[in-house]
C-alpha cells in the first residue's frame, strides 16, 4: 500500500474547527482514502472514507486536494471527546478484492477546553 | 449485536499457559481481521479472513499464534506457550464484502487485553 504522511500531534480548542492534513504522493488511482481515530483504551473507529470527491458525514468532511496527493480530515467544532489519535489509510478497492488496513503512526490531537 | 464482540476483554495468564481469544463479527460481514497493539505502539496486523478462501496468515509473528474462523462468523485466536512480550491488546474488526468500485469502513471491537505473567 502507498505510504501516507502525518504529523505526530496537534492541539485544539474546544468549539474551534481543526483541521487535520495527511500526505499521500504516491497514491494511486485505485485507492481509497480511509481515516480512523482511536480513543484511549479503545479500538480504532471509523471516521470516513472518499476517492476523488469531498465527502460529508455526521462525525466530520473529507477534503481531497484535485490530485489526490494529499487530503484534510475536518472537525467542524471539535469536542473533549475528540481528542484520540487519527489515522490515514490508503487501501486499494479492486471486484472482490480484501486486505488489511496499514495503520501508521498517526496524528495524537489534543483538544483544549 | 450490532458491533463486534471480543471476549474476555482482560486476560492475565502466567508464561508459558496457552490462550484463547475470540471474536464475534458483525453479522453478514465476510472479512475478519485480527491487529495486536503493544502498549504506546500502532496497530500490528495478524491475519484475515475472507468467506471461504485461504487466510492470509502473513502477519502472524510465530508459530505460537493460530487463528481459525467457522464459515462467516467466529473467530478464535490462539497463542500458545505464551511469552511476556505477548503481551497487548489484541483487536478484531469485520466488514462486509467488497464491492468494485466502493470502500467500506472497518468496524473494531474493543479488544482483548491480554498480560503475561
Known amino acids: 500500500d502507498a505510504k501516507t504522511t502525518q504529523p505526530n500531534s496537534m492541539e485544539s480548542n474546544e468549539e474551534e474547527p481543526v483541521h487535520l492534513p495527511c500526505n499521500h504522493s504516491t497514491i494511486s488511482g485505485t485507492d481509497y482514502i480511509h481515516w480512523y481515530r482511536q480513543l484511549p483504551s479503545q479500538g480504532p473507529e471509523y471516521v470516513i472514507h472518499?476517492?476523488?470527491s469531498n465527502v460529508n458525514n455526521r462525525m466530520a468532511s473529507l477534503a481531497i486536494a484535485e490530485d489526490r496527493k494529499s487530503s484534510t480530515l475536518i472537525l467542524h467544532r471539535a469536542t473533549l471527546r475528540d481528542a484520540a489519535v487519527y489515522y490515514c489509510?490508503?487501501?486499494?478497492?479492486?471486484?472482490?478484492?480484501?486486505?488489511?488496513?496499514?495503520f501508521g503512526k498517526g496524528t495524537k490531537l489534543s483538544v483544549k477546553p | 449485536g450490532a458491533g463486534v464482540s471480543q471476549s474476555p476483554s482482560n486476560k492475565v495468564t502466567e508464561k508459558g499457559k496457552d490462550v484463547e481469544l475470540r471474536c464475534d463479527p458483525i453479522s453478514g460481514h465476510t472479512a475478519l481481521y485480527w491487529y495486536r497493539q503493544r502498549l504506546g505502539q500502532g496497530l500490528e496486523f495478524l491475519i484475515y479472513f475472507q468467506g471461504n478462501s485461504a487466510p492470509d496468515k502473513s502477519g502472524l509473528p510465530s508459530d505460537r499464534f493460530s487463528a481459525e474462523r467457522t464459515g462467516e462468523s467466529v473467530s478464535t485466536l490462539t497463542i500458545q506457550r505464551t511469552q511476556q512480550e505477548d503481551s497487548a491488546v489484541y483487536l478484531c474488526?469485520?466488514?462486509?464484502?467488497?464491492?468494485?468500485?466502493?470502500?467500506?469502513?472497518?468496524?473494531f471491537g474493543s479488544g482483548t487485553r491480554l498480560t503475561v505473567v
Open positions: 474488526a469485520s466488514r462486509p464484502i467488497m464491492l468494485q468500485g466502493r470502500g467500506y469502513g472497518y468496524t
Open positions: 489509510i490508503l487501501r486499494k478497492n479492486y471486484g472482490g478484492s480484501q486486505g488489511n488496513l496499514i
Open positions: 472518499g476517492l476523488t
